[in-house]
Nanobody, 124 residues
């Protein structure tokens, strides 16, 4: 059974940084696209960033370009989201998700497996 575990959320001040991690059990990331999504209270879930684990293609939402960086570590079977220059509007629950053998980075229904979410809170 493939499962994802997201971690690294917490409280940060505006302008600060956090790094989120996503690990997979039950399989390796090799055939997957890994995406980060977020959902703020009262809002719909939105795509943040995605990476094709093999090949390394990346996608970023306009709202996070230049501030967030997605990366992968094959040896650790992990994907990271480095978040810098955080803003209060980045406050949300962040989810990692895995899409098997595709490249539809911003479409939540295209993802097959979802992690449980990690809370990111940015204070002003």
């Amino acid at each position: 059974d493939v499962q994802l575990q997201a971690s690294g959320g917490g409280l940060a001040q505006a302008g600060g940084s956090l790094r989120l991690s996503c690990t997979m059990s039950g399989d390796t990331f090799d055939e997957y696209v890994i995406g980060w999504f977020r959902q703020a209270p009262g809002k719909e879930r939105e795509p943040v960033s995605s990476i094709r684990f093999n090949g390394g293609s990346k996608d970023y939402a306009e709202s996070v370009k230049g501030r967030f960086t997605i990366s992968r570590d094959k040896a650790k079977n992990s994907v990271y989201l480095q978040m810098s220059s955080l803003k209060p509007e980045d406050t949300a629950v962040y989810y990692c998700a895995a899409q098997y053998r595709g490249w539809v980075p911003r479409a939540a229904p295209a993802y097959d497996v979802w992690g449980q979410g990690t809370q990111v809170t940015v204070s002003s």
